[in-house]
T-cell receptor, first 115, second 115 residues
Framework: DGGITQSPKYLFRKEGQNVTLSCEQNLNHDAMYWYRQDPGQGLRLIYYSQIVNDFQKGDIAEGYSVSREKKESFPLTVTSAQKNPTAFYLC??????????????FGPGTRLTVT | AQSVAQPEDQVNVAEGNPLTVKCTYSVSGNPYLFWYVQYPNRGLQFLLKYITGDNLVKGSYGFEAEFNKSQTSFHLKKPSALVSDSALYFCAVRVFNNAGNMLTFGGGTRLMVKP
């Protein structure tokens, strides 16, 4: 988990509220990623950013938004349009988003509960 | 479509016995394969990767994986399991598109090592 921080670890919100999850990395990595993990399921890609000021939708982007104004930061906003927002959210980074050789490094995750 | 499959939801093994966690892949072109481990309520930790070269890849914590091109498999192995190896294991494959590349994950396999 070293080098990538996600805060808070646990987050509770009422239905209908937007919420922003923080992800910060001090690894000087170009690429950053947001995944969602549901119980008993693998990871699904929400958004990714290969470089500052650029990002692309992943497989399940509906109801989410991101920004990448700084290299070290990639916040994820879960909007009220997301039908089932309760999940474990994982942020990751990679030194270079275009090379095939590098692995991703993951943060500790944020568990979001919406009631 | 490029993907990975983990055919077993759970693998049970006795401490001291060898373990195998299975992964098969489907890609066009050369495969770039990864294994990660996840402990409860934590992020994913990188174990090992296959990019090119020797079919037997050695990684962290005594784990290794065997790349088999003819069987399109990349099984994770360890000669002697520890109770502390009990965790959720993910196989992943690199997927390429015009914007760069990303990882696609299998559904995960829960490894239970009994004393």
């Amino acid at each position: 988990d070293g080098g990538i921080t996600q805060s808070p670890k646990y987050l509770f919100r009422k239905e209908g509220q937007n919420v922003t999850l923080s992800c910060e990395q001090n690894l000087n990595h170009d690429a950053m990623y947001w995944y969602r993990q549901d119980p008993g399921q693998g990871l699904r890609l929400i958004y990714y950013s290969q470089i500052v000021n650029d990002f692309q939708k992943g497989d399940i982007a509906e109801g989410y938004s991101v920004s990448r104004e700084k290299k070290e930061s990639f916040p994820l906003t879960v909007t009220s349009a997301q039908k089932n927002p309760t999940a474990f959210y994982l942020c990751a980074s990679q030194i270079d988003g275009r090379s095939e050789n590098y692995e991703q490094y993951f943060g500790p995750g944020t568990r979001l509960t919406v009631t | 479509a490029q993907s990975v499959a983990q055919p077993e939801d759970q693998v049970n093994v006795a401490e001291g016995n060898p373990l195998t966690v299975k992964c098969t892949y489907s890609v066009s072109g050369n495969p770039y394969l990864f294994w990660y481990v996840q402990y409860p309520n934590r992020g994913l930790q990188f174990l090992l990767k296959y990019i090119t070269g020797d079919n037997l890849v050695k990684g962290s914590y005594g784990f290794e994986a065997e790349f088999n091109k003819s069987q399109t498999s990349f099984h994770l192995k360890k000669p002697s399991a520890l109770v502390s190896d009990s965790a959720l294991y993910f196989c992943a494959v690199r997927v390429f598109n015009n914007a760069g590349n990303m990882l696609t994950f299998g559904g995960g396999t829960r490894l239970m090592v009994k004393p």
